[in-house]
């Protein structure tokens, strides 16, 4: 039985997604794991905000821990890197990492992820960590583009529509 697990980063690049897939009648689940996140103020502005649009749409939603020294740990040396460096790649593993692994152990068959929607992220990118954990872990990685046939603008609509927060900046804050 094919159960998805979806890795989410935030409300404004996942509605268009988890209201498509909830609609074909998927049997799908929605993880919020965001140690990259920065301030914890913010972390939970887009947790709460996340966790009420699967709410609205009866879609389970999993939340993982907020664990930030994980993540500076494992960025640790590339503070300076640009948004879709380097710092980026460890990012994306670490966070389908731990989703996958979720997913090995709670009987979901694939993942996938929105980490690539935004027109600020590099699609491949988000696709190369997923199939190197794909090999790892030993669950496939859907890396269906979601941006593709107008799901951008899809999911900008229903952002507006339900007045969703929108951030305007990733998630962490680098040091200059
Ligand atoms: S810019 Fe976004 S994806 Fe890249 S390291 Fe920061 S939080 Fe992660």
């Not at 989703?99 to 068959?109: L, P, Q, S």
């Not at 699609?123 to 990685?141: H, L, N, S, W």
Request: aromatic fraction near 10%.
């Amino acid at each position: 039985m094919d159960k998805l697990l979806l890795l989410s980063c935030c409300a404004p690049c996942s509605i268009g997604v988890i209201t498509q897939l909830a609609e074909k009648g998927q049997d799908f689940a929605v993880m919020f794991f965001n140690p990259n996140i920065q301030p914890e103020s913010e972390y939970h502005h887009r947790l709460e905000e996340n966790k009420r649009i699967c709410h609205e749409l009866n879609v389970p939603f999993i939340e993982g821990d907020y664990v930030p020294e994980l993540w500076q740990k494992a960025t640790a040396g590339l503070e300076s890197e640009p948004e879709r460096g380097k710092r980026c790649d460890v990012c994306f593993y670490l966070r389908l990492k731990v989703g996958a692994e979720y997913a090995k152990k709670h009987g979901f068959t694939r993942i996938s992820s929105v980490f690539g929607i935004s027109r600020f992220k590099n699609f491949e990118q988000v696709c190369r960590a997923g199939k190197k954990i794909e090999d790892e872990v030993g669950i496939p990685y859907d890396a269906t583009n979601w941006r593709k046939n107008g799901g951008l603008e899809y999911a900008e609509r229903l952002a507006k529509e339900k007045n969703l927060y929108r951030q305007n900046y990733c998630g962490c804050k680098p040091k200059k």
